[in-house]
């Protein structure tokens, strides 16, 4: 049976902890293929770059490598009702994975029509930003799967993954400082589109 893993996200710019993260998520649960789910309108973010350009630097930063590919939403956002059956119709008999960072996985009880989600509901895995953390992330994993009935069967990846983020980098990229997290090809495009150089981050 195929694995694959699913990994939502705004993508806002890719850089290299989605990519360690996706990778050591693979080599942790020997999954054939990863994929990227850039969310056109992620939850609980404003101000999004363009899909157009996050589906643009996500393709650029995973070309070479042959276990990763892209899905672009056809709705906004992920939703339960209307994504999820997409999916599953997409990968007939396989195995599915939904990756997530710890944060994102935190609000999952919120979301949507979740009780539906419930009973399709893949495997999940979960990244771990510090060790030390570890039994904490444990600890909040239990008291979803207990006291709010979502009964999900998930898996710490807590191999050290590069410690930054999509707001850190774009802090950066405002000020004209390219970054070493994300790759030469992501770099020459966010230059050459002239993308965080100016105005929010």
């Known amino acids: 049976m195929t694995r694959v893993g699913i990994f939502p996200g705004s993508f806002d710019p890719i ?7 996706a990778c050591a998520a693979g080599k942790r649960l ?3 293929k990863i994929f990227f789910l850039v969310e056109p309108r992620p939850h609980r973010k ?23 590919g892209i899905i672009i939403l056809e709705e906004a956002r992920f939703a339960v009702d209307s994504t999820w059956p997409k999916i599953t119709a997409r990968f007939p008999g396989s195995e599915l994975y939904m990756i997530m960072g710890e944060e994102a996985l935190h609000h999952i009880a919120t979301w949507p029509q979740i009780d539906e989600f419930v009973d399709t509901a893949p495997q999940f895995i979960v990244g771990l930003k510090n060790n030390d953390d570890k039994a904490d992330l444990q600890e909040k994993l239990y008291a979803m799967q207990h006291t709010k009935a979502f009964p999900f069967v ?9 410690t930054v983020t999509s707001r ?9 400082i390219i970054p070493d997290t994300i790759t030469k ?3 020459q495009y966010i230059e050459k589109q002239d993308l965080y150089m100016s105005g929010a981050t």
Do not use: C, W
Request: avoid cysteine; charged fraction near 30%.
């Open 30 to 32: 020997k999954l054939d």
């Open 154 to 162: 998930y898996h710490i990846v807590d191999e050290p993954q590069p």
């Open 46 to 68: 404003q101000g999004v770059r363009a899909l157009e350009h996050r589906v643009a630097m996500t393709k650029l930063a995973i070309k070479n490598d042959d276990h990763l």
């Open 15 to 21: 850089h290299a902890g989605h990519i360690a993260f």
């Open 185 to 187: 090809s992501v770099a």
């Open 168 to 176: 850190s980098i774009r802090i950066k990229l405002k000020k004209r």
